[in-house]
Antibody, heavy 114, light 112 residues
């Protein structure tokens, strides 16, 4: 059974940093691109980042480019999202996904507020 | 960026009724490999989204065949035949052909 378990969320002040983790199981992790997608409270879905199987290439929308970094450790079956210079508009539930939407984790809440 | 226009924003249905949801893209979603990367997802209340359909019309494992997807180029439709209570929630389309990946705004399916 595919499982994706995110951790690392919480309350953080604007301008500060936070790192999310996603531990994957139930599939061969290094065979798949992985992504992060977020959902602001009461809003729709927004793609945040993707990374290739090997980790050699990463992709971001303009809204987070230069502030967020996606990475992976294939030996540990773990996906990461380093979020720097956080803004109030980054407040959302962050989901780890296999590919861009094949399987989803339970999500982790990030709240950016002073 | 590719804009995904999803309609209607909400639907009120009776159990057993059939419904359709439309998703139109601002650009063709046919990729250089000739595949069309248009997915449909359902977010049930209080739950994470779940993919139902990928590449326009391919059902994910375990998805009832009451769900079907169709369309091409820039115009796509999700049809649910004989709606059941477990189908209620918010449906999203997602294009995975062009970066940045973009979602439709969602269609909320509610009970009449």
């Amino acid at each position: 059974e595919v499982q994706l378990v995110e951790t690392g969320g919480g309350l953080v002040q604007p301008g500060r940093s936070l790192k999310l983790s996603c531990v994957a199981s139930g599939f061969t992790f290094n065979n798949y691109w992985m992504s992060w997608t977020r959902q602001a409270p009461g809003k729709g879905l927004e793609w945040v980042a993707s990374i290739t199987n090997s980790g050699g290439s990463t992709y971001y929308p303009d809204s987070v480019k230069g502030r967020f970094t996606i990475s992976r450790d294939n030996a540990q079956n773990t996906l990461y999202l380093q979020m720097n210079s956080l803004r109030s508009e980054d407040t959302a539930t962050y989901y780890c996904t296999r590919g861009n939407s094949g399987y989803w984790g339970q999500g982790v809440m990030v709240r950016v507020s002073s | 960026d590719v804009v995904m226009t999803q309609t209607p924003p909400s639907l009120s249905v009776a159990i057993g009724q059939s419904v359709s949801i439309s998703c139109k893209s601002s650009q063709s979603l046919v990729a250089s490999d000739k595949n069309t990367y248009l997915n449909w997802l359902l977010q049930s209340p209080g739950r994470s989204p779940k993919r139902l359909i990928y590449q326009v019309s391919k059902l994910d494992s375990g998805v009832p065949d009451r769900f079907s997807g169709s369309g091409s180029e820039k115009d796509f439709t999700l049809k649910i035949s004989r709606v059941e209570a477990e189908d209620l929630g918010v449906y999203y389309c997602l294009q995975g052909t062009h970066l940045p990946y973009t979602f439709g705004a969602g269609t909320k399916l509610e009970l009449k």
